[in-house]
């Protein structure tokens, strides 16, 4: 198997959306349970893409967005991110609160925090599951920036192992698509990791 993901065939990348797809469905059930309503989604989007074709998919390098960034720990390292753009972060904070926001402060933070937190434990459950490897993540940290700025991050931390990363792209929706919250999942193993991944999955 080569040591890089730009060499991943067909039916390896079939593997990693299902994953996808199973995480983003968790992820999904997990939103309704906080949000005590019902909440749908679109199929998942899974691509891989370089980090550098990142930002024009989650609207341009200059267009402001939430990151609730993580580490992953045990059997799997790397990192693990949800972003949202400002639009989704305010309406999935109007969905979960009764109150009108329009910017964030220190209580929306915490909030997102909170809620990044549990979607992201929901999918890394799901990937664990899955595989049968022990996987969890750090304590959430939240930057509110241009998606440039904070793509940078994993692109500068992980850009020596690989360019790429798994972005899994979700929409979710209550009953009357009223409230319409766009969201990201963005997988970005070591290296190592990688084959870690692929041997449990008998790839």
Do not use: H, W
């Amino acid at each position: 198997m080569a040591n890089s993901i730009e060499f991943l065939n067909d039916i390896i990348l079939d593997v990693l959306k299902e994953i996808g797809n199973i995480g983003a469905g968790n992820a999904a059930t997990s939103l309704a349970k906080m949000l005590n309503k019902k909440i749908d989604m679109d199929v998942p989007q899974v691509r891989i893409l370089e980090f550098k074709d990142v930002p024009s998919l989650i609207g341009g390098e200059e267009n402001l967005v939430v990151g609730i960034y993580f580490n992953l720990e045990g059997d799997l390292t790397g990192s693990f991110m949800f972003l949202l753009d400002k639009e989704s972060a305010l309406a999935l904070l109007n969905m979960m609160m009764p109150m009108e926001f329009t910017e964030f402060d220190e209580m929306c933070n915490s909030a997102l925090k909170e809620i990044g937190n549990i979607l992201s434990g929901a999918y890394i459950s799901s990937l664990a599951a899955l595989t049968n490897l022990k996987i969890s993540i750090s304590v959430p940290s939240i930057s509110y920036d241009m998606a440039g700025a904070i793509l940078s991050v994993p692109a500068i931390q992980f850009g020596m192992v690989s360019d790429n990363v798994l972005i899994v792209e979700n929409e979710f929706f209550d009953d009357d698509k009223f409230d319409l919250i766009k969201g990201y999942f963005l997988l970005v193993p070591e290296l190592d990791s990688y084959d870690t991944l692929l041997k449990s999955l008998g790839v």
